[in-house]
């Protein structure tokens, strides 16, 4: 029996090095021996996946690919990478824009967070859900509405991992009310950039969960989130009105979201808005609204500048007060100053609303557009100069094509946790203004790359203090800058927790040392 089972295992480790010749690749010696229970590839088609995200502008192969079954698994991964100076990357969906997922050494490994760690645990008594890190929203809405519960804040895509936007923020129309997603998280499980495995919450190693929370990933890797829950409604009615003046639009933006203490029927639930520069857009762009017998017209609604405003704006609503919800709709509507002939009015379940960008993404896809470089740029901008801001970019570098939308809307900082890693203009409330744009060719491609360039030239040159989301810069210098007060506080959680900074280094915040060896310091 042992000479058989012998046999096998030589067997077994024969294929195993064919393939490895075959795919002409070498697993990297550190973590042979690091006893998964998932499992390692080098194959040639999953290091080609894991080498490019969504934004399509960056490319860096790694050296292989770990699939985990635990979190256990990551912290083995993460422990022998820490020992041997390797590059580490999680990687959830990929839908980074400019490379912040990828590995940019000769040598490092990516971790596809994907399935596994348990998945989601609902707890409907204590309205919470336990996510594994790597999965979608879109799959821990579906595990919550069967006990008729859901998270409380979003972001418009729902296919995106739980721990991708945790690194982030996860922003979204529910913002104003809820604050960003990193607000609604009870605890964590995280795998430090030393390959210690640490639950951490307010009131539990405190420090690394507020690092971690909109950490870009320089601190840890997210394996499990404990996330808020609240009733869910059952249908949504979604409501879209045009502007052809900007202060009007700003103010009655601004006043909605002044009502995020109100009860709910005193306010709408969703409150977002996009800007109109291409008669294209607006009646191509979710359509549904629009009716192609009677296009809208920009020049015939008197467009300040050319360019038209539209506010989205949503109420929830169950069957035992759907006769009520339209009183109340049109109650806060009086209060508001858009073209008295521009209400789109949709109504639809709460899950087809929170998926509505899936939809375009399926459309995009059947027709190749969907697979093509993203040159998006996401400002945060104060409002003290959200006027600004509108007649240099929107009324001036833009022009009459944009090449995708173009979203603004405000948020309350009194939602925000300070204490997380996350940057926002000092300012009451502050805006988001993100250029979702697609490049077909590479003319188009460097024509809005250069764009972007214009648009934040014109911030810095007129003293408007954005703050990039999802933000992207290539020197140390640059980031010091963004971070400004914080910076200190990053820098020395980055030594605390990641010393040999061996984490998302695709992010380009800290410089990578492959070579550099471990001090006393280090190995605490």
């Given at each position: 029996?042992?000479?058989?089972?012998?046999?096998?295992?030589?067997?077994?480790?024969?294929?195993?090095?064919?393939?490895?010749?075959?795919?002409?690749?070498?697993?990297?010696?550190?973590?042979?021996?690091?006893?998964?229970?998932?499992?390692?590839?080098?194959?040639?088609?999953?290091?080609?996946?894991?080498?490019?995200?969504?934004?399509?502008?960056?490319?860096?192969?790694?050296?292989?690919?770990?699939?985990?079954?635990?979190?256990?698994?990551?912290?083995?991964?993460?422990?022998?990478?820490?020992?041997?100076?390797?590059?580490?990357?999680?990687?959830?969906?990929?839908?980074?824009?400019?490379?912040?997922?990828?590995?940019?050494?000769?040598?490092?490994?990516?971790?596809?967070?994907?399935?596994?760690?348990?998945?989601?645990?609902?707890?409907?008594?204590?309205?919470?859900?336990?996510?594994?890190?790597?999965?979608?929203?879109?799959?821990?809405?579906?595990?919550?509405?069967?006990?008729?519960?859901?998270?409380?804040?979003?972001?418009?895509?729902?296919?995106?991992?739980?721990?991708?936007?945790?690194?982030?923020?996860?922003?979204?129309?529910?913002?104003?009310?809820?604050?960003?997603?990193?607000?609604?998280?009870?605890?964590?499980?995280?795998?430090?950039?030393?390959?210690?495995?640490?639950?951490?919450?307010?009131?539990?190693?405190?420090?690394?969960?507020?690092?971690?929370?909109?950490?870009?990933?320089?601190?840890?890797?997210?394996?499990?989130?404990?996330?808020?829950?609240?009733?869910?409604?059952?249908?949504?009615?979604?409501?879209?009105?045009?502007?052809?003046?900007?202060?009007?639009?700003?103010?009655?933006?601004?006043?909605?979201?002044?009502?995020?203490?109100?009860?709910?029927?005193?306010?709408?639930?969703?409150?977002?808005?996009?800007?109109?520069?291409?008669?294209?857009?607006?009646?191509?762009?979710?359509?549904?609204?629009?009716?192609?017998?009677?296009?809208?017209?920009?020049?015939?609604?008197?467009?300040?500048?050319?360019?038209?405003?539209?506010?989205?704006?949503?109420?929830?609503?169950?069957?035992?007060?759907?006769?009520?919800?339209?009183e109340e709709i049109q109650g806060l509507l009086k209060k508001l100053h858009f073209i008295s002939t521009s209400v789109f009015t949709s109504d639809l379940p709460y899950v087809d609303f929170l998926d509505r960008v899936h939809k375009a993404e399926l459309k995009l896809r059947s027709k190749g557009l969907w697979d093509v470089p993203h040159p998006w740029l996401n400002l945060f901008v104060p409002k003290s100069r959200i006027k600004d801001f509108d007649k240099g970019v929107f009324k001036g570098i833009l022009g009459n094509k944009t090449s995708g939308p173009i979203l603004i809307y405000p948020m309350n900082k009194s939602k925000?946790?300070?204490?997380?890693?996350?940057?926002?203009?000092?300012?009451?409330?502050?805006?988001?203004?993100?250029?979702?744009?697609?490049?077909?060719?590479?003319?188009?491609?460097?024509?809005?790359?250069?764009?972007?360039?214009?648009?934040?030239?014109?911030?810095?040159?007129?003293?408007?203090?954005?703050?990039?989301?999802?933000?992207?810069?290539?020197?140390?210098?640059?980031?010091?800058?963004?971070?400004?007060?914080?910076?200190?506080?990053?820098?020395?959680?980055?030594?605390?927790?990641?010393?040999?900074?061996?984490?998302?280094?695709?992010?380009?915040?800290?410089?990578?040392?492959?070579?550099?060896?471990?001090?006393?310091?280090?190995?605490?």
């Open positions: 029996m042992a000479v058989n089972n012998y046999n096998k295992l030589l067997l077994i480790t024969f294929a195993i090095c064919r393939l490895i010749v075959t795919v002409g690749l070498t697993v990297l010696p550190e973590l042979l021996d690091v006893g998964l229970e998932g499992r390692l590839s080098v194959d040639t088609w999953e290091l080609e996946a894991a080498s490019v995200d969504f934004g399509r502008l960056s490319r860096g192969v790694p050296s292989e690919v770990v699939h985990p079954a635990t979190a256990q698994d990551v912290a083995r991964v993460v422990k022998a990478a820490f020992e041997s100076a390797l590059a580490v990357s999680a990687r959830g969906h990929g839908h980074s824009i400019n490379g912040q997922a990828l590995i940019r050494e000769k040598k490092g490994v990516v971790i596809e967070m994907g399935k596994g760690g348990g998945g989601v645990r609902v707890c409907e008594k204590g309205m919470y859900v336990d996510v594994w890190g790597g999965e979608l929203w879109i799959e821990v809405l579906s595990a919550t509405l069967e006990y008729g519960l859901a998270p409380m804040s979003w972001t418009d895509y729902l296919y995106l991992s739980v721990g991708g936007t945790l690194s982030n923020a996860g922003i979204s129309g529910q913002t104003f009310n809820h604050g960003p997603q990193i607000t609604n998280v009870y605890e964590l499980d995280v795998v430090t950039g030393k390959g210690e495995l640490v639950t951490c919450s307010e009131d539990r190693n405190s420090e690394l969960f507020h690092a971690v929370l909109g950490g870009l990933g320089q601190f840890g890797i997210i394996t499990r989130a404990r996330i808020a829950l609240e009733p869910a409604p059952r249908r949504v009615r979604w409501i879209r009105v045009l502007y052809s003046n900007f202060g009007r639009f700003c103010e009655d933006q601004e006043y909605l979201i002044s009502l995020h203490g109100k009860p709910g029927r005193e306010r709408f639930d969703y409150v977002e808005g996009f800007v109109i520069v291409d008669e294209g857009l607006i009646n191509n762009w979710r359509s549904s609204f629009f009716s192609p017998s009677n296009p809208v017209n920009i020049t015939s609604l008197n467009a300040d500048g050319g360019v038209l405003y539209c506010l989205e704006i949503t109420k929830n609503y169950d069957q035992e007060n759907a006769d009520s919800v339209d925000w946790d300070p204490r997380s890693s996350v940057v926002t203009p000092e300012e009451d409330v502050f805006y988001l203004v993100a250029f979702l744009r697609s490049a077909l060719d590479t003319e188009t491609l460097e024509y809005l790359t250069n764009q972007n360039r214009q648009i934040l030239r014109f911030c810095h040159g007129s003293e408007i203090k954005v703050k990039q989301y999802l933000p992207h810069y290539t020197t140390q210098q640059e980031w010091m800058d963004h971070f400004g007060d914080k910076w200190t506080q990053f820098n020395a959680r980055k030594m605390q927790f990641d010393p040999r900074r061996i984490l998302a280094t695709g992010q380009q915040i800290f410089q990578f040392h492959p070579s550099s060896a471990l001090t006393k310091e280090d190995d605490m």
